[in-house]
């Protein structure tokens, strides 16, 4: 396996100097891509994947565009429904009802977020959770709890386990902390570590930990997904540990020519400490995109076979 490395940077640390191994989202992307295109031609069908897109938020557009030229790349149909950003809930709702009924169909994801006067959580609930490539019904999320990991699984913490498994990362009774506990990253994602074939001891850390610092430090494997620019700093993580940034933060930054930067939730200076570590941009971005076109494939096999 191999996993790019950093140019060396010497740091003054006065714990162990090391660099952190880059753990390569876009090289781990790609490898898996080349598994679903043979899957893909052994399915019998072509995938099929909706995308719905209410409203004209900037971002939310850049992301469906990368959704589409997945699509694109590995042979999969992909229909993209723009509807104004004054469409009522009803109207969208009307449209995922139409698409649960194409048989012709596999995913339907609806990009997020959705203008304030829509209920996102309501819209989710109405998906065919067999077509749910987000992975966001209650039907989904609970069969993670319940073990069952065959199916729709959020495609951002699914993509950060098959990073670790990808860098053959040992989980196995390690501890593993991670920040956040959001219902489409934290929780799911703490499922996954502590199901069994992860096999890892996890705590969440979240806005009323006592301690977070203490908690990180303890930690063989850290996940950052709170959504707060280099919150986790350097000190905060143990030699050698391993940390995963889920964080994608744009930060005021005069020195850019636009005026401003991404940040993950993890300083750069941790890259001084761990052993592996995820970058902001191409680490989990590019799988959380991966996992949403294996999901679309599972669908397509699953309504096939």
Not at 60 to 86: A, Q
Request: hydrophobic content about 40%; proline content about 6%; overall charge negative.
């Amino acid at each position: 396996m191999i996993v790019s490395h950093h140019k060396p940077h010497h740091r003054n640390y006065s714990r162990k100097i090391m660099t952190a191994v880059r753990l390569d989202g876009k090289a781990c992307a790609a490898d898996l891509e080349e598994r679903l295109k043979q899957r893909i031609s052994k399915c019998g069908v072509e995938p099929h994947l909706a995308v719905v897109i209410v409203g004209d938020d900037p971002a939310s557009h850049v992301y469906v565009r990368n959704k589409i030229r997945s699509c694109e790349r590995l042979g999969i149909k992909s229909t993209h429904i723009e509807l104004p950003e004054d469409t009522s809930q009803e109207e969208v709702a009307k449209t995922i009802i139409s698409l649960n009924n194409d048989d012709s169909l596999h995913g339907i994801l609806i990009q997020s977020p959705l203008p304030s006067h829509m209920n996102e959580e309501s819209l989710t609930d109405l998906i065919d959770p067999s077509k749910d490539v987000d992975g966001f019904h209650p039907v989904n999320l609970g069969r993670i709890v319940q073990g069952r990991l065959d199916g729709m699984i959020p495609c951002t913490p699914a993509g950060v386990m098959e990073m670790l498994r990808w860098a053959e990362v040992e989980m196995t009774g390690k501890k593993a902390v991670v920040i956040g506990r959001s219902f489409n990253v934290g929780m799911p994602q703490a499922l996954l570590l502590a199901a069994k074939g992860a096999d890892a001891t996890v705590t969440i850390v979240h806005s009323r930990t006592a301690d977070a610092k203490a908690e990180c430090l303890a930690a063989d494997i850290v996940i950052a997904a709170v959504g707060r620019p280099e919150m986790v700093q350097a000190d905060w993580i143990k030699p050698g540990a391993i940390v995963v940034d889920v964080g994608i933060n744009r930060v005021d930054d005069s020195s850019r020519e636009r005026g401003w930067r991404l940040a993950g939730d993890v300083h750069p200076d941790v890259e001084g400490v761990a052993s592996l570590l995820s970058p902001v941009p191409g680490g989990v971005g590019p799988m959380t995109v991966a996992m949403l076109m294996a999901n679309t494939v599972t669908s397509a096999e699953s309504q096939h076979s």
